[in-house]
């Protein structure tokens, strides 16, 4: 019901945009946030975006300041602009609903989330 892309291999201090997809009951109803999973790695959230697109969490430090989550409610997307990209944020990151909430949660654990995309693989590499 979601379709993450965009990741890709880039460079130290790079940018990459992801985009989430997904029909209009399965997206724009809702928060949706971003995770992230790196080898070996826990899944964790990333970012989140209210249902009205106008409150947005950070939950990893250091993304705050480089990577900014939006929304386009014509095109049922989210994105996830991420700039001044590092090697630690090699991943694959996947956005997600928990199909309920219209706010972001203090803190996003995978488990609370039930629709997933199929995930994009980000690559930060010189």
């Known amino acids: 019901q979601l379709q993450a892309s965009g990741g890709g291999l880039v460079q130290p201090g790079g940018s990459l945009t992801l985009s989430c997809v997904g029909s209009?009951?399965?997206?724009?109803?809702?928060?949706v946030a971003w995770f992230r999973q790196a080898p070996g790695k826990e899944r964790e959230g990333v970012s989140c975006?209210?249902?009205?697109?106008?409150?947005?969490?950070y939950y990893v430090d250091g993304v705050k300041n480089r990577f900014t989550v939006s929304r386009d409610f014509a095109k049922n997307t989210v994105y996830l602009q991420m700039n001044s990209l590092k090697p630690e944020d090699t991943a694959v990151y996947y956005c997600?609903?928990?199909?309920?909430?219209?706010?972001?949660?203090?803190?996003?654990?995978?488990?609370?989330?039930?629709?997933w995309g199929q995930g994009t693989l980000v690559t930060v590499s010189s």
């Open positions: 209009r009951s399965s997206l724009s109803y809702y928060g």
């Open positions: 975006i209210s249902r009205n697109g106008i409150s947005s969490t």
């Open positions: 997600a609903t928990d199909g309920r909430s219209n706010f972001c949660p203090g803190s996003a654990l995978a488990t609370n989330y039930n629709v």
